[in-house]
């Protein structure tokens, strides 16, 4: 399939707001090589018997005959692509790639989107040129594209950073359960949008912040149980919920088991709060 440069083509471009949660595209082959970028928003990488990976924040190269698809996981939600499909690619490329059937890597940077928004437009502008120009411009994007692929120090000092602030933000989020710690709270303390927060929760911990805040809830309610004297109307308020039913609710959700019971009276349930 990895065709001479002088038979380069680029078959296929396109960009835009994708709703494959409620229209997703089922598994199937393409031909070319394709290169994706998922440049906002969010939505899952489907693979053959089921199986699918979050795939935004992501720069993709799928090699031919790999079969893929996409798809979201609600009907709501949406992500903005940029996809460009050639008949061949750099053999620096083929290598990095080596025997696997796609690789992926981070989207770094601010003006990601605008990035690929200027490289799609120049794939339009490309199309209606005749040749050698056309050939010439193809050649140009594919080896804008082919470039992001190659990790560098800047790439590293940036993932380095993001990181970074992940950790932080899970400090303040773990010191913030009681007063309803949210991913907008936590990212006005560490200094970037609620979007570029949520992204990296997905990159580095494979988790959106959500799932992360419901995961450190429960671990500070059990630390929380182990101490008979709290009730769990008194845990549930030290860690966020509005009740201990929400609470008995998420624990099980999480650990498959209640949280023990306990009855106190009414004294000592008031001073368990203000202990907590």
Known sequence: ???????????????????????????????????????DGSCRLLL??????????????????????????????????????FNWIPPELEGLLGNRPRLRVPLEGEDAASGFRRLINEAYRAQERAQPRRQLMTAGILYALSARFFPGSERRGR?????????????????NLREGATVEGAARQVHVSPQHLR????????????????????????????????????????????????????????????PRNRSLNPQKSGEAKNRI
């Open 1 to 39: 399939m990895n065709e001479p440069i002088e038979h380069l083509d680029l078959v296929y471009v396109n960009q835009g707001l994708r709703r494959y949660g409620g229209k997703p595209e089922l598994p199937h082959v393409r031909n070319c090589w394709e290169i994706q970028a998922i440049v």
């Open 48 to 85: 053959p018997e089921g199986r699918w990976s979050p795939a935004e924040g992501f720069l993709w190269l799928f090699r031919p005959d790999d079969v893929h698809g996409w798809g979201g996981e609600s009907l709501e939600e949406t992500c903005r692509i940029a996809v460009f499909h």
């Open 159 to 175: 993932a380095e950073i993001s990181e970074r602030k992940v950790r932080q933000a899970i400090s303040w989020l773990r010191a």
């Open 199 to 258: 992204r990296w929760f997905r990159r580095h911990l494979r988790e959106p912040p959500g799932r992360v805040v419901t995961r450190l809830r429960i671990e500070r309610a059990t630390e929380l149980l182990e101490d008979p004297t709290f009730t769990l109307e008194a845990i549930a308020e030290a860690v966020g919920y509005s009740c201990a039913a929400a609470l008995s609710r998420a624990y099980k959700t999480e650990t498959g088991r209640s």
